[in-house]
């Protein structure tokens, strides 16, 4: 950093001002027709190291994001043209957010050090959980609980979080947690007293105790690391404000205590089970009822029996099942659909005729579509469609091809 760059970055040594007059030295238009704006001071930050950019104000109009140009400079983008001397504010409620995810996250990177000697690779803050990467091929629970109660600790802890700026001659580089670039003259150091130290551009809580808790959410493997989400400050307690309401409604539902959830949704999901294979009975013996009734009633046509019927009740699944079930007696062509457009077809299998290519073709020209094989076709017809007669209308087709 040069010494100009770091007297425009008042947040730099001050991440708690929100509230401040700066002058415009430019302010040009973008092709988004917004401006792009200078100051000659600024306590907005832009977004770099995984923190996400403040918003804010600029006079009355929308700061929508902040970043740093090529040569470091500070770019406000805004959404409409400011000029002269300016009152300017950062909107406290996001940044104080930004702040207890970031300094959230120096914590939890040293605990997965100490408690597993696994190194962050790189962190990223999103709207509503932030990620951190750590090197390592897998990670358990007890791990994780460790960490998180060890990071936990250090926040009640309530210790000093400092930035200070050291020339690199003067810097014990093997006292950072992460190696400095190539190139740079000096180094803007963050301390967690007597626990962490790294460099880094960020803005920060003064004291731990300002990010309240962090909580781990869930992990994941991720190309040779593990992707570990996480919440820190209010976020944390956004997060189990909404579980918790989770779980009260779970339990008003099942008329049980928070603790009876568990065993009441095993017994519910038991007892699915068992519903589950009593349908399935149950159906499979209407099904052969259903068969011997459409037996009774079925239309011969060169020693062929010609089953037509359009079902009262059923789903796709049970037309399957009956169509199935039907042209396993010898001889059989059966065309079965449903009130909502479905239909059917099966041929038993010495019957030898192609009635996908009828059935399917027919289904085409009627606006619908479908597929099957030989002896077997399932369509779906358009509502415009009357079921009825289109089964009349194919079995007509294959009557005449038999
Ligand atoms: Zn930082």
Redesign the pocket.
């Known amino acids: 950093m040069t010494s100009n760059q770091m007297e425009e970055k008042y947040y730099l040594d001050d991440a708690y001002t929100t509230a401040f007059r700066a002058k415009v030295l430019s302010c040009e238009k973008l092709l988004n027709g917004h401006f792009a704006v200078l100051l000659d001071k600024t306590y907005f930050f832009p977004e770099s190291?995984g923190?996400l950019s403040d918003k804010g104000k600029i006079l009355n109009v929308d700061v929508v994001n902040v970043r740093e140009d090529d040569a470091g400079r500070v770019v406000h983008e805004v959404t409409a043209q400011v000029d002269g001397e300016v009152s300017c504010d950062v909107d406290w409620e996001a940044r104080f957010d930004h702040m207890q995810q970031?300094?959230g996250?120096?914590v939890l990177t040293r605990a997965f050090i100490e408690i597993a000697g696994m190194p962050t690779v790189s962190f990223h803050m999103g709207d509503e959980t932030c990620t951190i990467d750590l090197e390592g091929k897998g990670l358990g629970d007890q791990t994780i609980n460790a960490a998180e109660d060890l990071a936990n600790a250090i926040i009640w802890g309530n210790r000093e979080v400092s930035a200070r700026t050291v020339p690199l001659s003067r810097l014990k580089e093997d006292a950072l947690r992460r190696s400095l670039p190539e190139g740079v003259t000096d180094a803007r150091v963050?301390e967690i007293e007597n626990f962490d130290a790294?460099a880094?551009?960020?803005?920060?809580v003064k004291r731990t105790g300002e990010l309240g808790i962090i909580k781990v959410l869930k992990h994941e493997k991720v190309k040779g690391s593990v992707r570990v989400h996480f919440v820190a400050g209010r976020r944390a307690l956004l997060d189990y404000r909404d579980k918790h309401g989770v779980v009260k409604s779970l339990a008003n539902r099942f008329t049980t205590s928070v603790d009876g959830i568990l065993d009441k949704t095993e017994k519910l999901s038991k007892d699915a089970q068992l519903l589950r294979k009593e349908l399935q009975k149950s159906i499979k013996r209407l099904a052969a009822f259903d068969k011997q009734r459409l037996l009774a009633e079925a239309s011969t046509h060169k020693g062929r029996r010609f089953i037509v019927h359009l079902c009262e009740a059923g789903d796709e699944s049970y037309l399957n099942l009956l169509a199935s079930a039907c042209k396993n007696e010898a001889g059989t062509i059966v065309f079965l659909g449903s009130k909502d457009g479905h239909v059917v077809c099966a041929a038993s299998p010495e019957v030898s005729i192609d009635l996908a290519t009828h059935v399917v073709g027919a289904a085409k020209e009627a606006g619908g579509g479908g597929g099957g094989k030989g002896d077997f076709a399932r369509v779906t017809l358009p509502d415009s469609v009357d079921v009825r007669e289109f089964l009349e209308k194919v079995s007509s087709y294959v009557k005449n091809a038999v």
């Not at 880094?200 to 920060?204: Q, S």
């Open positions: 190291g923190q970031h300094t996250q120096h963050v790294v880094c551009c960020g803005t920060h």
